[in-house]
């Protein structure tokens, strides 16, 4: 992967964070939900997104862009992004720990 590309990735990572971060904090102050019924709602979410976009690019007019959805394989690696970073900010919290701890 180019440097121009993984740039774009992490800004778009960024944006998307930035933006779905500010969300879930409002609609937990606005409806008062837990942080985790609002997280599961957020994922839910993705999941009906990735559906409208599978649908978009299926069937008989699909979009032109060429992305073919493959169901079995994207689920899998949404769940896997999503265990991957719950894990590493996890990792992260704990190294950062382990230098306050030695500060
Ligand atoms: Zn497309």
């Known amino acids: 992967m180019s440097q121009t590309e993984m740039e774009r990735r992490r800004d778009a990572e960024a944006q998307i964070r930035a933006t779905m ?15 985790m019924m609002v ?5 839910r979410s993705i999941g009906t997104i ?12 699909p979009c032109s ?3 073919r959805p493959h169901p079995l394989t994207d689920v899998e690696v ?3 992004a999503l265990m991957t970073a719950c894990e590493q900010r996890r990792t992260n919290d704990l190294l950062q720990m382990r230098v306050i701890g030695t500060a």
């Open 78 to 80: 949404l769940g896997m």
């Open 21 to 35: 971060m500010n969300e879930l904090c409002g609609i937990m102050h606005k409806l008062g939900l837990p942080p």
């Open 39 to 43: 997280l599961h709602l957020a994922a």
């Open 50 to 61: 990735y559906r409208e976009m599978a649908d978009v690019h299926s069937g008989i007019d």
């Open 65 to 67: 862009c060429g992305w």
